[in-house]
């Protein structure tokens, strides 16, 4: 899950970017910027901070961050930043940076300034949301991700994030319910989610969502994690059947195949009751 790369928040800009040929080259950036003053009796860095518009230097660290150029980005954002019509999209840029450089508390903090100008913004509910979740911050995660969904009902994704926060939460009822709620049965993730929140609540219906999971994709890793769900609920015959399978698919990592071999070994000597009662 990636923060979104949407419109950014805040007035929007007229839509002066840079040429293509600063995207294709870092380095013309800079040399754009000076051509946009007046020829003068000045150094080029005098010229280009007094006299290039915000939205310039806006434009300018756009082309940057396109090319994943953060400190060249970082730089003209924080330039652009203190004009008021580009204060908020440049703040929830360099949010964006402060994310990608694994700063999440920086990055928290640029986001929810974007939230106190405007309580209502879609792009930094979400990003404010999932960064919380890097840092830990799940109560504040599941609020914002409330928020989301009060305006955007309809989104499924926001539910699976939503109902991911919860069950790291050791919600699980509340989660088991979003899941349903939004019904995204081509999601092998979501089926998954809604699998562990029912097994934790002792539901039986968490066979039919792990089975569902991999019938969409899943990997061999839910299927491990399948067959133990079998084995802890005494389904043995059923769980000694996934984790052959884990081996004979032959694409699980090292790891996977150890405690899937182990398993198979414990089954088929009977230090387990072989039984598929419930």
């Not at 294709?24 to 007094?50: Q, Y």
């Not at 109902?163 to 939460?169: D, K, N, P, S």
């Not at 084995?231 to 884990?246: I, N, S």
């Amino acid at each position: 899950m990636n923060l979104p790369h949407g419109t950014s928040p805040g007035p929007r800009l007229r839509k002066k970017t840079a040429p293509a040929r600063v995207k294709k080259n870092p380095g013309a950036a800079v040399f754009w910027a000076a051509l946009l003053v007046p020829f003068g009796l000045c150094t080029i860095g005098s010229c280009v901070s007094s006299a290039v518009k915000a939205e310039e230097y806006y434009a300018i660290g756009s082309a940057y961050l396109d090319l994943k150029k953060y400190d060249e980005a970082e730089a003209w954002f924080n330039r652009s930043k203190f004009h008021a019509a580009t204060r908020a999209a440049s703040e929830y840029n360099l949010g964006r940076i402060a994310y990608a450089r694994a700063r999440y508390e920086e990055a928290l903090i640029f986001f929810e300034r974007n939230l106190k100008i405007d309580p209502e913004n879609i792009t930094a509910l979400t990003a404010a949301a999932y960064t919380c979740i890097k840092t830990g911050e799940f109560e504040k995660a599941e609020d914002y991700y409330r928020r989301v969904l009060a305006l955007v009902p309809e989104s499924a994704d926001e539910g699976f994030n939503y109902a991911m926060v919860l069950l790291a939460m050791n919600k699980n009822e509340e989660a088991e319910q979003v899941l349903i709620k939004y019904n995204n049965t081509e999601n092998p993730d979501a089926l998954l989610l809604l699998a562990r929140a029912q097994s934790r609540l002792g539901k039986p219906e968490a066979a039919d969502a792990y089975s569902a999971s991999l019938l969409k994709g899943g990997g061999e890793d839910i299927r491990l994690e399948y067959a133990e769900y079998l084995e802890a609920r005494g389904l043995h015959d059923k769980a000694l059947e996934e984790y052959r399978r884990v081996l004979e698919h032959g694409t699980a990592g090292a790891e996977l195949q150890e405690k899937a071999r182990e398993a198979v070994g414990r089954l088929e000597e009977g230090t387990v009751p072989v039984s598929d009662s419930p």
